[in-house]
């Protein structure tokens, strides 16, 4: 839904998704329902940095201007997956982290330009082990504790980011978009309880449109650079917990970030682009298909606290939810 209100207001959106098939799909479907032909698909796999580097070679060398960057991909579940890392660290931080290293040259130079991290509620659970980021998760009560840190790590990224960037006319924000109504909230449960729970999701969730007005928000709205690095929900900036507000946390996790994605000290994102992939590198497709964790609704942002996406003239890449059509 993010990708189809920014192409009906004319604007360029890249989806990375990474499945051909469903990426495909989407772009098709997207063109049809917004009537705007620039909209394509790229192939990217988060769970592997090597294809993050592809991924961004191939799209410094094709699009010549990215006026925002959303984040908008990420799991909830490892699934039936055995990495020897940690799947969702790597899929909902660690990945967006290497991509905003290696794209940031060319957001630099189509400034004012934005980065949207799409974060959660859970990052309020969330407790970073700096010794443990990147090892395997087993078990179900590990996959919650990890979402959570990963979510955190949203949260820190975008606010470490913004001071990264301070006075370069790059700004950044963590949005949470709620709990969303869609195909991703039953895709982990069993099939005998998806029909007793499908009535309560559509009381409790919102729908796809109304999820994406946060990050919508964050996008499009003017007059917000000076909140770069906060957190936002219901098109408001929130305050949060202690732990994603520290800022030494924030420095560190760059500086293991920074490890972990094999980027050497000091090292700039033009530099990045003609890098070499990690030895280590992830599978190539993922076995399962993931979603959100969902969590407790609240009330829907009025229209009053929608953005105005009449003013959007940007091209823009979108990244989608992995084998789905973005919402």
């Not at 990264?164 to 449960?189: D, I, K, M, W």
């Not at 003017?222 to 909140?227: D, H, K, R, S, V």
């Amino acid at each position: 839904m993010t990708a189809l209100e920014l192409a009906r207001r004319g604007a360029r959106v890249v989806l990375a998704c990474r499945s051909r098939e469903r990426g495909e799909a989407a772009a098709f479907d997207l063109r049809q329902e917004s009537g705007n032909n620039e909209v394509i698909f790229m192939a990217l796999d988060l769970a592997s940095l090597a294809s993050v580097r592809a991924f961004a070679a191939a799209f410094l060398s094709s699009e010549p201007r990215l006026d925002i960057l959303i984040h908008n991909a990420g799991i909830s579940s490892c699934g039936r997956t055995h990495e020897a890392f940690n799947l969702l660290f790597r899929v909902n931080h660690l990945g967006p982290f290497l991509l905003t290293h290696l794209l940031l040259s060319r957001l630099k130079t189509c400034t004012p330009s934005r980065v949207v991290v799409v974060s959660s509620a859970a990052h309020r659970r969330g407790r970073l082990d700096f010794k443990r980021l990147d090892r395997p998760v087993v078990g179900w009560r590990q996959e919650l504790r990890a979402y959570a840190d990963s979510k955190l790590a949203n949260v820190l990224f975008a606010r470490e980011l913004a001071n990264q960037l301070e006075g370069t006319g790059v700004t950044c924000y963590a949005a949470h978009p709620g709990p969303v109504n869609s195909e991703l909230f039953l895709r982990h449960v069993p099939g005998w309880l998806r029909p007793l729970l499908r009535p309560l999701a559509w009381l409790v969730l919102r729908t796809p449109r109304g999820g994406a007005q946060t990050p919508l928000y964050c996008a499009l709205q003017e007059g917000i650079e000076p909140l770069s690095g906060r957190y936002f929900a219901n098109c408001h900036v929130e305050e949060v917990p202690p732990a994603a507000r520290d800022d030494r946390a924030a420095h560190k996790l760059w500086e293991a970030s920074n490890r972990l994605a094999g980027l050497e000290s000091g090292e700039d994102s033009e530099t990045d682009e003609n890098s070499q992939p990690e030895d280590r590198e992830a599978l190539s497709s993922l076995s399962t298909p993931h979603s959100r964790e969902p969590t407790v609704s609240k009330s829907h942002p009025g229209p009053q606290s929608s953005p105005d996406l009449s003013k959007v003239t940007h091209r823009v890449q979108v990244k989608a939810e992995p084998e789905t059509q973005v919402s």
